[in-house]
């Protein structure tokens, strides 16, 4: 059984806040430590790859954020990817529109990212069992069994208005490759073009799986989870203090 994992998007920095409520150069022009990425990278391997033993994984990386190309790929090792900056594609992102520039940027991201895997595919004679497409900030503390999932569904985290992961086949992932320039919501782009209802599975937002910038309001403040229960992913405490958002 093999799996594809496709990182994608805009790596997150600490007390950063929301991305989409600012102008499109604040990426680039915000100062502020980023995040303890290896501790996303722990929490991945942990709760996703040994969690899945029958199954081999080729990870593939699109990012926003090309002064951590090689830290990112020496850590994740990927079998393809792109590191770009997002202000090259600022005119096409303002055309197409949905919700706001960063949902829409996200959208562009993910294509991207499924794109790389697309064209490994190809040249390597490969078809994914699941292609799993997860944001390189977001830490995940439980185990995501992939046996659980219906090949023939398309899943989200939680809710069906959430972001953090989608799991998906392949060829479903290869329709989901065109959804940038429709001003759809994932919802409506999943119901609409490809008449699948998009489905949460039981990976909740701060109880199992948080935005790592919203780790301590979100999750240890919220809901009550033991600050020492992130040590494993290698996060100390002077870290977790500062993760509150902004």
């Given at each position: 059984m093999k799996c594809a994992i496709c990182l994608r998007g805009c790596m997150d920095r600490i007390k950063s806040g929301h991305y989409h409520d600012k102008p499109?150069?604040?990426?680039?022009?915000?100062?502020?430590?980023?995040i303890n990425y290896f501790s996303v990278y722990n929490s991945i391997i942990k709760h996703i790859i040994e969690t899945?033993?029958?199954?081999?994984?080729?990870?593939f990386i699109q990012s926003w954020n090309p002064d951590l190309e090689i830290?990112?790929?020496n850590l994740?090792?990927?079998k393809a990817f792109l590191y770009e900056n997002q202000l090259l594609y600022e005119n096409?992102?303002?055309?197409?529109?949905i919700r706001n520039y960063g949902y829409t940027a996200q959208q562009l991201g993910i294509v991207k990212s499924i794109n790389l895997m697309i064209e490994y595919s190809?040249?390597?004679?490969?078809?994914?069992d699941y292609v799993i497409i997860y944001r390189p900030d977001v830490i995940l503390y439980k185990d995501l069994y992939l046996y659980n999932y219906n090949k023939d569904k398309i899943y989200v985290n939680d809710s069906i208005n959430e972001d953090f992961h989608f799991i998906m086949n392949f060829n479903n992932a290869i329709d989901f490759s065109n959804l940038f320039g429709k001003k759809l919501s994932f919802l409506n782009y999943v119901k609409?073009?490809?008449?699948?209802?998009?489905?949460?599975?039981?990976?909740?937002?701060?109880?199992?799986?948080e935005v790592l910038r919203k780790l301590k309001l979100c999750a240890i403040d919220r809901?009550?989870?033991?600050?020492?229960?992130?040590?494993?992913?290698?996060?100390?405490?002077?870290?977790?203090?500062?993760?509150?958002?902004?």
């Open positions: 499109p150069n604040e990426i680039y022009n915000n100062n502020n430590e980023y899945n033993k029958d199954f081999s994984f080729d990870i830290s990112l790929n994740y090792k990927p096409i992102i303002k055309k197409n529109i190809k040249m390597n004679n490969i078809i994914y609409n073009y490809m008449k699948i209802n998009l489905t949460p599975d039981d990976i909740k937002c701060g109880l199992h799986q809901h009550n989870i033991p600050k020492e229960n992130f040590y494993k992913y290698g996060l100390i405490d002077k870290e977790i203090e500062l993760l509150t958002h902004k």
